[in-house]
């Protein structure tokens, strides 16, 4: 059985692999692979390790019918065209579960550093700016006892909720599509309308997936709804904030600060105004990027690529 990996996993998962007597080949070049070159990797394997930001649409599922299983390195599954994979009976695999600590700790960071403004004077003290002691430097924000609005509680917006109330006894509001008793049990998290999220948050971070329903959820409209101190977070995917809109929020000190791991698109450029904002950090999508959880995604991959490559169910599948 033959499958290609189109970027780099865990060098557990390439060894699992091979335990398994499963021929490998693996993109290596630092770009990302073009849509041309996957479809052209893929034509005489059996299955697919999808690494990144991959589209596995239409197009590309329909030019690769073939594939018996897509294992992605990821929980999020927006890159797939689900229906049609089902349609093409190609399984789907992801990983959840691994990730919600690890992810769930770059919200944590993201919301801290933003707080101190700490990555823009981490630039300052590289750019020679660190002149004296200044008893009222660019002033930060407190996060404890502050309230933290999640939008999604899911696995990672539980993770966060419960180092947010252990660690800074922050109060945790959320938003869903529905309730979620268990963490309403669990850290007594309550739950709130939309509005009420945006009015009441101190913190809000964003930890659902990105769906048509979600897709620029977060406008200039919808900023100006918020406390004018609130810090804005999302480590779940760039689609979900209107970049444009995010930034005239902060220009404008519609709100206060913003962190993000994710951007649209990803990789951002250089020359993006986020980047020399004072209550802004912003990270390259490493939110599960840790030796154990990518450790543990790779585990899970490999499970769902075996299982798919012997036409069983996969035990991860999306
Ligand atoms: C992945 C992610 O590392 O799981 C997800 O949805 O965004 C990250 O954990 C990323 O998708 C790269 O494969």
């Known amino acids: ?75 999020g599954f927006d890159q797939v065209d689900i229906t049609e994979a089902k349609k093409l009976n190609i399984a789907i695999g992801n990983t959840p579960g691994v990730l919600s600590s690890a992810t769930a700790d770059t919200a944590f960071l993201l919301m801290l550093a933003v707080s101190r403004k ?17 008893p009222t430097p660019e002033l930060g924000i407190e996060i404890n006892g502050k309230t933290l609005g999640i939008f999604g509680l899911g696995k990672i917006g539980l993770e966060l909720a419960k180092k947010c109330a252990a660690a800074y006894q922050m109060k945790i509001i959320y938003h869903n599509r529905s309730r979620n008793q268990e963490a309403e049990k669990e850290i007594g998290a309550e739950y709130v309308s939309f509005e009420e999220l945006l ?44 970049e444009k809109d995010l930034i005239k929020a902060l220009e404008d000190k519609v709100i206060w600060g913003a962190g993000l791991d994710v951007t649209n698109p990803e990789p951002m ?24 959880t990518r450790d543990a995604m790779a585990k899970l991959i490999v499970e769902n690529i075996v299982a798919g490559l012997k036409g069983e169910k996969l035990p991860y599948q999306v």
């Open 118 to 134: 700490a990555f823009y004077l981490h630039k300052k003290i590289i750019n020679g700016g660190w002149k004296n002691y200044e």
């Open 269 to 292: 450029d250089k020359s993006n105004p986020l980047l020399s904002m004072e209550s802004v950090a912003v990270l390259p999508h490493i939110g599960s990027a840790t030796e154990e």
């Open 199 to 242: 009015a009441q948050s101190d913190v809000l971070s964003v930890h659902t997936a990105l769906t048509a329903e979600t897709k620029d959820k977060f406008t200039l409209e919808v900023f100006d709804k918020m406390k004018p101190n609130a810090i804005f977070i999302n480590t779940a995917r760039g689609g979900i904030h209107n």
């Open 1 to 75: 059985m033959k499958v290609f990996i189109s970027g780099n996993i865990a060098p557990i998962g390439l060894k699992q692999l091979e335990d398994n007597n499963i021929s490998i080949t693996q993109w290596k070049e630092e770009r990302q692979i073009t849509a041309e070159e996957l479809v052209q990797a893929c034509k005489d394997k059996d299955g697919l390790i999808s690494v990144g930001p991959n589209r596995i649409d239409a197009a590309f599922l329909n030019a690769c019918k073939h594939l018996k299983v897509i294992a992605l390195h990821s929980v």
